[in-house]
């Protein structure tokens, strides 16, 4: 590969004397300002961007989520951008807790438009965007570094003289673009030079918004960069200083953690991380992160599926199985000593749960390999653990309690995982619960030919040990050695159609021997356990040339 191609410059140098990062002991201990740009960046990466329709549907999503900062669009790029700000603004959509922005290029035509977008607003931002690091000034724009700074000068006067005339309480927010490969000294230059010019006051702030355009370097270079920043702007006190990572080395969400740590206040973002190339940090990652931590996000997650729908919807691009909280498969163990460890985990809350009177989603999250509780986003435990080729006891044994009510005793976990091992290994695929659940029905609740097989002098008072004992002794006089080894009583779940479950483990001819009975009484499903061990140990009575053939009957009891 022609790795020599790729030999790029350092990180520019901070001026200065090298501070101490002191950020790095600063956690995280609220959340920032949310911004979305879902309606602009994440809009303009779209091979089909969104029409009227679905950005209104994508508008009430954010409102709904508790976005309180939202970028509804470049209005001067497209006519169809302008008639959504249109929409919105002339339609009486906007909430009045909710502030919209417009984005804009540095150029006359271009912030004209935009704010006649927003004429009759009584509240907006206008985002004024330019690029200034040196690649750019130099290709693409074509100039010195004090003409990029008159740019930047022209552009927020106008915006300021347009203002005045618009009435409303219009602010603005400047992004020196491609900020993270700037000279440090340059971009301090220019965001001091607009503050100045839009007057910015605590009163009326100034959004610096701070983007790695391309994220090229590591995070903590990126963090390093925003304190330096906090440090040195002249109106500190008067700008919410704001990041807008990319993902292009795919450490977006963690560039603007440490960013946050650094002294940033607020966050562009997208949902799930659309946007240009590798797309924008996702807000939704960074927002439980925070949730995980035990900070409140300040954002309503609770019903993350649907979320997910509507974003599919309204981008026609799906989230990946695996990722972060949202996608399908990031809440699922196949490997068993995952499995293992989660079932315990969760038999653990359970357990801990019922000891104190409290329902397990009242009590502190810690479960193994699950950073959250998936339904408190409003995920289910189905697909916590699926089952194939790589999964073990364990996972196998929490399907069937979870659903079935099947808790099987430790030893016939170990044979039953052997058995869907071998069925795995052959098809070489998952397999569904309802296919474990078959598979364990054939193997072990079958009493065969040993159906119809009763034992004298029992009635329906008599004990389920006892009942077991009387079939055993049946067996022997019939020329079979077997002898009680191992008896279980438990309740059984619904969806097995039976309310008792036994678990027996016969000697047969010296040779342990599982079966399992369901029943509508622990009688007979003690009698059931016993009969499908002698069926399944492949024991003939010796008086017979075959097994006992059934009595007729219906439906077996315990089955469906």
């Given at each position: ?59 009430d ?74 690649l ?25 003289r ?46 610096l ?19 330096w ?50 797309g ?14 035990g ?14 729908r ?19 498969l ?31 989603a ?10 959250i ?21 364990g ?7 979870t ?5 099987l ?23 569904e619960?309802?296919r ?21 002098g ?22 079979v ?7 279980e ?72």
């Open positions: 590969m022609p790795v020599h191609r790729y030999r790029r410059a350092a990180p520019q140098e901070l001026p200065g004397p090298g501070a101490p990062r002191a950020w790095l002991d600063r956690p995280l201990d609220r959340a920032p300002l949310w911004s979305s740009v879902d309606l602009r960046d994440g809009n303009q990466a779209l091979a089909n961007p969104m029409d009227g329709k679905r950005k209104r549907t994508m508008f999503l954010l409102v709904r989520l508790g976005l309180k900062d939202i970028e509804i669009g470049y209005p001067s790029a497209a006519e169809a951008e302008f008639d959504f700000v249109r929409h919105l603004v002339t339609g009486g959509h906007i909430p009045d807790d909710v502030t919209v922005s417009v984005f804009t290029a540095a150029r006359p035509d271009a912030i004209d438009r935009t704010f006649e977008a927003i004429r009759g607003a009584d509240r907006a931002v206008v985002h004024l965007c330019h690029a200034t690091a040196c750019w000034r130099e290709v693409v724009f074509r100039m010195t570094p004090s003409e990029v700074i008159k740019l930047a000068r022209d552009g927020a006067e106008r915006m300021v347009l203002a005045e005339r618009a009435g409303g309480d219009i602010r603005f927010e400047y992004s020196p673009e491609t900020f993270n490969v700037t000279e440090p000294g340059f971009a301090l230059e220019i965001a001091n030079t607009v503050a100045e010019i839009v007057d910015a006051t605590p009163e009326r702030p100034l959004t918004n701070l983007p790695s355009t391309v994220e090229m370097h590591a995070p903590d270079v990126f963090a390093d960069q925003i304190a920043m906090d440090r040195n702007l002249d109106r500190r006190d008067a700008i919410i200083l704001s990041v807008h990572p990319h993902n292009d080395r795919g450490t977006a969400v963690a560039a603007a953690e440490y960013a946050l740590a650094a002294g940033a206040d607020r966050v562009e973002g997208t949902l799930f991380g659309n946007g240009e190339r590798t924008n940090v996702d807000l939704i990652t960074l927002a439980l992160n925070l949730f995980s931590r900070i409140d996000p300040q954002l309503d997650l609770s019903d993350l599926p649907a979320v997910r509507t974003v599919e919807e309204c981008t026609e691009m799906a989230v990946p199985p695996r990722h972060p909280y949202a996608g399908d990031v809440f699922t163990a196949f490997s068993g000593t995952h499995q293992d460890a989660i079932a315990k985990g969760l038999a653990h809350l359970r357990d801990q749960a019922a000891a104190a009177g409290r329902a397990p009242e009590l502190p999250w810690d479960v193994p390999y699950l950073p509780d998936p339904q408190d986003i409003g995920r289910s435990y189905e697909a916590i653990i699926r089952v194939n080729s790589q999964s073990g006891k996972g196998i044994a929490y399907l069937l309690r659903g079935w009510g099947l808790d005793p430790v030893p016939l976990r170990v044979e039953f995982a052997a058995a869907i091992q071998q069925v795995t290994n052959a098809t070489g695929a998952e397999l619960p309802e474990i659940w078959d598979t364990f029905r054939a193997q072990y609740c079958d009493p065969g030919g040993w159906a119809g097989f009763t034992e004298p029992t009635h329906p008072d008599t004990a389920p040990g006892d009942a077991a004992d009387a079939l055993l002794a049946a067996a022997r006089a019939h020329g050695r077997a002898e009680a080894d191992r008896l009583h438990d309740a059984a779940g619904p969806a097995t159609g039976a309310a008792h479950a036994c678990y027996a483990r016969i000697l047969i001819e010296d040779r342990p021997v599982w079966g399992v009975g369901l029943g509508a009484t622990a009688r007979t499903a003690a009698q059931q356990a016993v009969r499908s061990a002698l069926h399944r140990s492949g024991a003939l009575p010796a008086d017979s040339v075959s097994a006992p053939e059934p009595q007729p009957a219906g439906p077996k009891e315990g089955t469906r």
